[in-house]
């Protein structure tokens, strides 16, 4: 591995080397054109500031003749302009002898060109003087005239040569680049191809045949190329790969033998389990919803003729209602029977609906009427409000009754003191919305997510109604007799405050109610 790891640190340095070497190249290279075009700027700068002091030479000898009086005047004025603009070219010249210094040139040629600057400033001074003194006295001196013309003719040699030479470097610059683009793309795809040869390839390999040994192909053996750690690893891995494939056929035929008689064993096993569980599940399952739902038409008819034999002066009429109520929920429990031995067959309640339109407000007021001389006779209350006289809906008026009254049941069972019970019917949002709200124990908050489960009950104080016993199975009931019917449940609840129970189903319109009537 010390040979791999050489090779893997040789090739980091030569990718480190093939990104740096034009990085370097095309720095250099800009330092040197922005070097060529500041002096051609330079000089460009230094012509125009002799060309405007040759300008200002040339006006002021002008107005010298035509307007004699005024130029005395301004005399000293136009003295010092002269002044401040050979200041200025000689500023523009010593900034050309610094760029010349910083320019990378040849020693020789760097000298030659620092000393004929030099010479320029020289020339630029005499500019001057003779520029002076003619402006000062009364005879006519043209000298500065021919050093003008003579410098400006260098300075524009100069600007040219400099601008040739940025032209010609700018030029060398882009071949230098091109150059050692092509070398490093060149020794790049080289870098490329040996690593994939050497390294890609046999990694690829390697990383396919883990693959199939994952996958269960026991059968898959790995190439001996690349670089010579990359052989060895190729033959430690197919060495290994033998070792197991010879494991997993062994393995292999004593599980199938294995498998074989558990298997046997299993499907005699597990006929006779699901035998025994359907059976024990239908009679657990069977007893438990036939308590539950026969437990309170029981409750009713029982306390119906505990009432009607305790009153003696009882007249017939309340007699004749008292049994009737007797007689329909004898006809409720044959009803719950039957439901339960449906549920008991198919493990799930297929409680059979017969839909058509019914008045909820009416469903309710008969529900309310059935509970309230019971739940008086525990010293308890139970009333109804509606906010209209009728509420059409499309449903099984049975199955409705059967929901409300497991609902006003579980109000009475868990409530500690005497029950009050407050019921609602009212239209909301297109909904027939019936209301069951009590002022019992409440239900704990961790509770109610699971109240609509079957066996699940929320946890009830000691004292309750001894209606209370049951084996949480009212609530889903209800929950499933509302989904035949389109409907849904819902319940909100806090501790020592009570519970609401909203059941709603939707309302019907008009041209429904037309169809209902005619059918």
Not at 28 to 46: E, G, N, Y
Not at 196 to 207: A, E, V
Not at 506 to 511: F, K, T, V
């Amino acid at each position: 591995m010390t040979a791999l790891r050489i090779k893997l640190w040789v090739a980091l340095l030569f990718v480190l080397a093939l990104v740096a070497t034009p990085a370097f190249v095309a720095s250099k290279a800009i330092q040197t054109v922005s070097a060529h075009f500041a002096l051609s700027d330079a000089s460009a700068q230094s012509l125009s500031a002799l060309q405007r002091l040759t300008v200002l030479g040339y006006t002021l000898q002008q107005e010298r003749f035509t307007h004699p009086e005024e130029f005395a005047a301004e005399r000293e004025s136009y003295v010092d302009g002269v002044r401040a603009h050979v200041t200025n070219a000689d500023r523009y010249l010593n900034n050309e002898i610094r760029l010349l210094s910083e320019t990378p040139l040849p020693p020789e040629r760097r000298a030659a060109a620092i000393k004929d600057e030099m010479h320029q400033r020289e020339h630029l001074q005499r500019i001057g003087t003779h520029l002076e003194r003619a402006l000062l006295s009364t005879e006519v001196d043209t000298q500065w005239e021919d050093l003008a013309l003579a410098a400006i003719n260098v300075e524009e040699r100069e600007v040219k040569t400099t601008q040739r030479v940025s032209t010609e470097a700018l030029a060398s610059v882009i071949w230098t680049l091109a150059g050692a683009v092509a070398i490093v793309g060149l020794l790049g795809l080289l870098g490329v191809l040996w690593a994939q040869r050497q390294i890609i390839r046999p990694l690829g390999h390697l990383w396919r045949s883990t693959q199939a040994i994952a996958d269960g192909e026991y059968a898959q053996r790995v190439p001996p190329i690349g670089t010579s750690e990359f052989r060895a690893i190729a033959g430690s891995f197919n060495t290994m790969a033998e070792k197991i494939e010879a494991a997993a056929n062994s393995m292999r035929q004593a599980n199938d033998e294995l498998e074989r008689a558990v298997a046997r064993r299993t499907r005699e096993l597990a006929a006779t389990n699901r035998s025994l569980e359907r059976s024990n599940r239908l009679r657990q399952q069977f007893l438990a919803d036939a308590s539950h739902e026969m437990r309170t038409p029981l409750s009713i008819m029982r306390t119906e003729a505990e009432i009607t034999l305790r009153d003696t002066d009882a007249r017939p009429e309340e007699l004749r209602g008292s049994l009737d109520r007797v007689v329909r929920h004898s006809k409720l429990m044959a009803e719950i029977i039957e439901d339960m031995l449906q549920i008991a067959r198919a493990e799930e309640p297929l409680l059979q609906t017969s839909i058509a339109p019914l008045d909820a407000v009416s469903a309710v007021h008969s529900c309310v009427d059935d509970f309230r001389r019971v739940i008086e006779a525990d010293g308890g209350s139970i009333g109804v409000s509606s906010s209209a006289a009728s509420l059409m809906v499309d449903g099984d008026e049975g199955r409705l009754k059967q929901v409300i009254r497991i609902v006003v049941d579980n109000a009475v069972c868990y409530s500690s003191e005497a029950p009050e019970v407050d019921v609602a019917v009212a239209a909301e949002d297109g909904e027939a919305v019936i209301t069951v709200t009590d002022r019992g124990n409440g239900i704990a908050p961790e509770d109610i997510p699971h109240l609509f489960q079957r066996f699940r009950r929320g946890s009830r104080k000691a004292g309750a109604s001894p209606l209370g016993n049951g084996q949480g199975l009212g609530l889903s009931i209800a929950r499933s007799i509302m989904e035949a019917m389109g409907g849904t449940i819902s319940l909100a609840s806090q501790l020592q405050k009570g519970t609401t129970v909203s059941i709603r189903l939707p309302l019907m319109s008009d041209a429904e109610l037309i169809d209902g009537t005619r059918s």
